[in-house]
């Protein structure tokens, strides 16, 4: 009898920079937000879990300013105040995390655009522990990006592309493409063209979640969606 096979859809979002010498370094973004939530390859959802990293989002307060959604920021704190996300270390975020892999036997972590994601998480846990931690998730973990699948599955539809044409969704390349953004892909999939992406971690992977359950309904090649392993 086959195992089920249980995928993490993971999101963050950063800070972009350090203090270094009392300037920021815009080079290394730093995590302040994880969600996740824990699906099969049909989207049943099994576990979600949203946590705010104390280190970056309590204090960093220069770095925190440079964040994209910095105005969210009272949005967090009414969040946490509310017991729907928690405030947690870094490490002890990473330790849920990995606790979630190993309960549900998850080789495989999914996200919007993954190299970013994984790369921001690296990034955070070298900082935090000084480089006597340098990767985040275990070694061997299958990492999967819904930006790259979308583009070999979703995006090749021709009602995909005519709903972009129609909406103005298009690159401005000399030759327009298709976008790929998840706010986007969810529009179409959803049927609400009025959809606005939260741009928070948990929320993000609900939708994420349901951009992985198309890819992986119109195509089970791997090759089209991992981005490494």
Not at 37 to 59: H, L, P, R, W
Not at 76 to 96: H, P, Q
Not at 180 to 197: K, M, P
Not at 200 to 229: N, P, V
Request: aromatic share 12%; proline share 1%.
């Amino acid at each position: 009898m086959a195992t089920k096979k249980y995928i993490m859809v993971l999101d963050t979002e950063t800070a972009n920079g350090i203090m270094v010498d009392e300037k920021l370094d815009l080079s290394c973004s730093l995590v302040y937000d994880i969600g996740f939530t824990v699906v099969d390859k049909k989207g049943n959802i099994y576990c979600q879990k949203s946590m705010a990293i104390t280190e970056i989002f309590c204090g960093m307060a220069d770095v925190m300013k440079s964040a994209y959604y910095a105005d969210k920021i009272p949005k967090y704190w009414e969040d946490i105040k509310a017991g729907k996300r928690e405030l947690v270390s870094f490490m002890w975020a990473r330790k849920i995390v990995l606790d979630v892999m190993k309960e549900y036997n998850i080789q495989t972590v999914s996200a919007h655009n993954a190299r970013f994601d994984v790369n921001a998480l690296n990034n955070t846990i070298r900082y935090i522990t000084k480089s006597e931690k340098r990767f985040f998730f275990p070694y061997g973990t299958e990492i999967w990006d819904t930006y790259k699948g979308a583009v070999h599955t979703i995006c090749k539809q021709k009602s995909y592309i005519r709903f972009c044409e129609r909406n103005g969704y298009m690159t401005k390349h000399k030759t327009p493409r298709v976008r790929a953004t998840a706010e986007i892909l969810f529009r179409y999939l959803s049927g609400d063209n009025d959809f606005i992406e939260e741009h928070q971690g948990l929320d993000d992977t609900t939708i994420e979640a349901r951009i992985l359950t198309q890819i992986l309904r119109q195509h089970s090649k791997k090759e089209y969606i991992t981005l490494y392993a």
